[in-house]
């Protein structure tokens, strides 16, 4: 059974930055695909960025060149570096893999 807990949430002021960690348990991150989504209240969740067993990677626009998937597969983490955070970044962030989420950690940015 898949098990995922999100942390490296908080707040930050804008143009800040926060790396977003994902422990897989139960899992081996380096044979699944990974990803990070967010929800912001009254808003539907989105995909921020995922990365394929391969390594490829892929990122919703918005973020594009601000923030960095990426894995670490001797301590099978995951994570979201996220660089000059903007006032539309604030949201709960959540990692998946295989369909299965995490609880998520909230970011904060203050303008």
């Known amino acids: 059974q898949v098990q995922l807990v999100e942390a490296g949430g908080g707040l930050v002021q804008a143009g800040g930055s926060l790396r977003l960690c994902c422990a897989a348990?139960?899992?081996?991150?380096?044979?699944?695909?990974m990803a990070w989504y967010r929800q912001a209240p009254g808003k539907e969740r989105e995909l921020v960025a995922d990365?394929?067993?391969?390594?490829?990677?892929n990122y919703v626009d918005s973020v594009k060149g601000r923030f960095i998937i990426s894995r670490d597969n001797a301590k099978n983490m995951g994570y979201l570096q996220m660089d000059s955070l903007k006032p539309e970044d604030p949201a709960r962030y959540y990692c998946?893999?295989?369909?299965?989420w995490g609880k998520g950690t909230l970011v904060t940015v203050s303008s």
């Open positions: 998946s893999i295989r369909g299965v």
């Open positions: 348990a139960g899992s081996n991150v380096r044979r699944n695909s």
């Open positions: 990365i394929t067993i391969g390594g490829s990677t």
